[in-house]
């Protein structure tokens, strides 16, 4: 089953934080990048006094594949769309201000 929502850049964030699991797959799509991978984890870190969200992602590209660390806080602005991924459905979630 896919969805899609629209969420502003805050209620994305959200939810992220409540809704993805590691195993779950993620397609984060901002600025000029587009990021497919498999969540290995989701934390809610400290940043300069400031809880931020930090997603590891195992890249399912053809010729990056590496494991990243993606700090959401730090790419909100330029976040265009996140697509998540399990096993019983997708969700298109669109930010928007």
């Known amino acids: ?4 929502i629209v969420l502003t850049p805050i209620n ?3 939810y992220v934080k409540s809704n993805v699991k590691e195993g779950d797959v993620l397609e ?6 587009f990021a ?3 969540v290995l984890d989701v934390k809610t870190e400290e940043d300069f006094g400031e809880e931020v969200i930090i997603v590891s992602l195992q890249l399912n590209g053809e010729i990056v594949n590496d494991v990243v660390r993606v700090n959401l ?3 909100i602005d330029d976040l265009i769309e996140i697509c998540h991924i399990t096993d ?3 969700t298109l979630i ?3 201000e």
């Open 1 to 4: 089953m896919k969805e899609e």
């Open 12 to 14: 994305a964030l959200d």
């Open 28 to 33: 984060l799509s901002y600025n000029r990048i």
């Open 36 to 38: 497919p991978g498999d």
């Open 73 to 75: 806080n730090n790419i």
């Open 88 to 90: 019983e459905k997708e």
């Open 94 to 96: 669109v930010i928007e």
